[in-house]
């Protein structure tokens, strides 16, 4: 078990299993376009954003130098090395549930660089960043980036967090 499942008890929450309830919706049939509704309106859209690494609307040019050079203070650790996907999703919404409730402002997530023999880089590497603009964990964070090299360089994101409303 990694020092992160044991500092917050990780392994007890992730193995929960979730409650699933109703059938999926059947899919379209037809080649109508299918009507989703009202559009939503513009100050919303706005307030939707993709993030990507070193970009994001609580990132100013400071705030991105400081987490190029390393000069942030990292207030917990996640280490995804040798989990699959599936666990790894899990720890990081719980770990980024946690640190966000705990009003943590910037932690590390070490994902590896994975580098294969093909020249690939590794699944969870390219995982993480699509996790973190999923819903709920895009509303908990700020942005993110490659941490500096003496945290792990591109095998390691500094995530940003926002402050608990």
């Known amino acids: 078990m990694s020092e992160a499942a044991?500092?917050?008890?990780?392994?007890?929450?992730?193995?929960?299993?979730?409650?699933?309830?109703?059938?999926?919706k059947p899919l379209p049939t037809s080649n109508r376009p299918v009507n989703h509704g009202p559009k939503p309106p513009e100050r919303v859209l706005a307030r939707i954003q993709k993030f990507e690494h070193g970009q994001g609307d609580g990132l100013d040019r400071v705030s991105r130098k400081n987490m190029r050079r390393g000069k942030v203070k990292v207030e917990g650790r996640l280490d995804l090395h040798g989990m699959i996907q599936a666990e790894a999703h899990r720890n990081l919404l719980v770990f980024l549930e946690h640190a966000y409730l705990s009003g943590r402002r910037c932690v590390l997530v070490i994902t590896g660089k994975g580098m294969t023999l093909n020249g690939e880089t590794g699944v969870l590497r390219n995982a993480v960043p699509g996790w973190l603009n999923e819903h709920p964990v895009n509303q908990w964070i700020r942005g993110f980036d490659y941490a500096a090299p003496a945290d792990g360089g591109q095998g390691a994101l500094y995530v940003l967090l926002r402050r608990k409303k």
């Open 6 to 24: 044991r500092n917050y008890n990780i392994s007890a929450i992730a193995s929960a299993s979730p409650n699933v309830t109703g059938s999926p």
